[in-house]
């Protein structure tokens, strides 16, 4: 708490004093950035690319670099419109509308990005999966939000149940469909060059959604996280003053736009403000991530902690190979930023890595550590502007500084989340008043710097990943070894936490190191590879309480050697 800050340095930020700028905010000054303000039309598509692309200082600057081990390709803000335009007229063909979910399951690459601002061109809702879900994790979305239409790539097909999914009409490939038959395929590529590259954008209302991310809670199938046009406003001004993104920038967000940090960030925060986004795709290795810094001259880098203890683990001998003298500005968000990392960070980069905190229902950044301001490790930072952040009791009493409890942040942000999809009582339980309670702990210091301290529910939080212990134990009981099973996560150097999971034996299984990999690979194959157990630890019983639900904080105890706490609620 009496931690000294890391002070400010000369830098090149846009914005300059924090306090004078967080006491005069108004978002109705953010909103003259946009055309729509003069227009009435509005689409975040045309904000983040058309708007470009129709400016002839503009058009011809490059949008997006993408690269993987095999591919290299440069966009410029009006190819990306054109591309766009002509996969609206693809959706448009068959019959997508205003409102309908189309989805993008497959690896990062330039179709994704002209895929996803199609849709939003036509008006539809845009829904991004992690290319790494299994068969399940891809029907529980997909049926969920009755998706109409599913972008993919043939290698994916096998993971997609269609016979599971009557509302999917059609599945857009991209790749080669030889031997694929059926009315339901499209081809990507054979369309796209048939497609007119004039299309008459969909002008939609700011409250209208454009994306829908599905994301773990403690209990319950993973849900539907609805988000709306109106987020643009957030998008772009956090990208501006805490991602300090400058017309010369060389933007690199290193999440996949399966996670909200890769739409909000990896799409949105850098295209907005009309800066030079890289997108790098396939496997990270230490050596990768830095030749892209290296490659592109990248300025300005949004990453995570866990990669930065990957790239801190394998040391300077790696480091040494590569110049890094471009970057100007490093960012990270998804878990704790120890300390540890913002040292590493000054001593390898002479930079600080500056932390932010927000979520998937958030849209966009809420608390943060902004160039122009001194930094505690540790910390989190300090409210955006326009933004009331405050420690609250359950009750939705204000707590003091220094003392723990929820944090919340008082509601109506631009890109606050609009519904959980069609669970109206769901998105009421994240409200006490008028805040938004986060489901973190945290407290506040006196120079306002908030502290995060932990979940308070059930939700794992592996190597930046949510997910959701719910999902696991109920793969876990599909296994025929299985009778039940209690999940936790369990702290770990490297990935923050990882996933461990309780179980006990149904009547004829033995334990052995072959059934519990048997196990592993079942949820591995079924799920993904981030939400299959590392650890599996067979017991005679899993608590439960007397009604049923699984003590998931009494396996934690145990796991981490604490008291048990109170237990009255145990079963006998
Ligand atoms: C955690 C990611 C500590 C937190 C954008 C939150 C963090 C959850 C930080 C949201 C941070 C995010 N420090 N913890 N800077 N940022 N978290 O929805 O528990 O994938 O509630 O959104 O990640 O994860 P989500």
């Not at 890391?6 to 905010?25: A, C, H, Q």
């Not at 998804?334 to 932390?355: A, C, Q, S, T, Y």
């Not at 973190?440 to 190597?463: C, H, K, P």
């Not at 639900?549 to 609620?569: A, F, H, N, V, Y």
């Amino acid at each position: 708490m009496n931690m000294k800050p890391i002070p400010v340095k000369e830098g090149n930020f846009n914005l300059k004093n924090y306090d004078e700028t967080y006491n005069n905010f108004d978002w109705e000054e953010v909103k003259k950035n946009f055309s729509w303000h003069e227009t009435g039309k509005v689409n975040i598509a045309y904000e983040a690319v058309d708007r470009h692309a129709e400016n002839p200082a503009k058009k011809d600057k490059v949008a997006l670099y993408y690269s993987d081990p095999n591919r290299e390709e440069k966009l410029t803000f009006s190819d990306l419109k054109t591309y766009s335009n002509q996969f609206a007229n693809v959706l448009k063909k068959y019959d997508i509308k205003k409102g309908d979910r189309v989805f993008l399951f497959m690896p990062r690459s330039p179709e994704y990005y002209m895929s996803f601002l199609g849709i939003l061109k036509v008006g539809a809702i845009a829904g991004p999966l992690f290319e790494a879900f299994m068969e399940q994790a891809v029907e529980d979305r997909l049926q969920d939000s009755e998706a109409v239409m599913l972008i993919t790539t043939p290698d994916l097909l096998e993971r997609v149940p269609q016979d599971k999914l009557p509302d999917l009409k059609k599945i857009v490939l991209v790749g080669d469909t030889t031997g694929i038959s059926g009315e339901q395929y499209i081809d990507f590529h054979q369309e796209m060059e048939q497609a007119s590259d004039h299309f008459d954008i969909e002008w939609v209302d700011l409250e209208d959604g454009m994306l829908l991310h599905y994301t773990s809670g403690s209990t319950g199938k993973p849900k539907g996280v609805y988000h709306v046009h109106n987020a643009m406003i957030q998008h772009f001004q956090t990208a501006k003053w805490v991602l300090d993104l400058q017309e010369d920038d060389i933007y690199w967000c290193t999440a996949d736009p399966g996670w909200v940090t890769g739409t909000s960030y990896g799409i949105f925060g850098p295209w907005l403000n009309g800066v030079t986004n890289v997108i790098r795709g396939g496997r990270f290795t230490p050596e990768d991530w830095y030749s892209t810094i290296e490659k592109f001259k990248v300025t300005v880098w949004y990453s995570a902690p866990t990669a930065f203890r990957k790239l801190m683990s394998a040391g300077e001998k790696v480091l040494k190979n590569y110049d890094l003298s471009s970057l100007r500005h490093i960012l990270s968000v998804g878990e704790p930023l120890n300390p540890e990392v913002i040292h590493w960070g000054m001593d390898v980069f002479n930079k600080r890595i500056h932390d932010t905190w927000w979520m998937t229902e958030t849209g966009g950044m809420l608390i943060c550590n902004y160039p122009c301001m001194d930094m505690k490790p540790g910390s989190m930072g300090k409210p955006f502007p326009g933004i009331e952040a405050a420690i609250i009791d359950n009750d939705g009493n204000q707590l003091p500084p220094n003392q723990m409890g929820n944090l919340a942040i008082k509601k109506g942000w631009p890109s606050m989340m609009r519904q959980i999809w069609k669970r109206p009582e769901k998105y009421e339980s994240y409200f006490v008043g008028d805040w938004y309670v986060s489901g973190d702990s945290a407290y506040m210091d006196e120079e306002g710097y908030f502290w995060f301290q932990g979940r308070l529910d059930d939700v794992i939080n592996t190597s930046g990943e949510r997910v959701g212990p719910f999902e696991v134990e109920s793969k876990l009981i599909e296994h025929p070894a299985v009778a039940e099973a209690g999940v936790i996560g369990k702290p770990d150097p490297e990935r923050g936490e990882i996933i461990k999971a309780f179980i006990t034996l149904n009547e004829g299984y033995q334990e052995s190191e072959e059934l519990l990999e048997d196990i592993r690979q079942f949820v591995k194959k079924g799920l993904s590879a981030h939400a299959a157990p590392r650890e599996i630890e067979v017991k005679d019983k899993i608590p439960k309480t007397r009604s049923g639900k699984i003590m998931r904080r009494l396996l934690k105890s145990w796991e981490l050697g604490l008291p048990t706490g109170d237990t009255s609620t145990l079963e006998e």
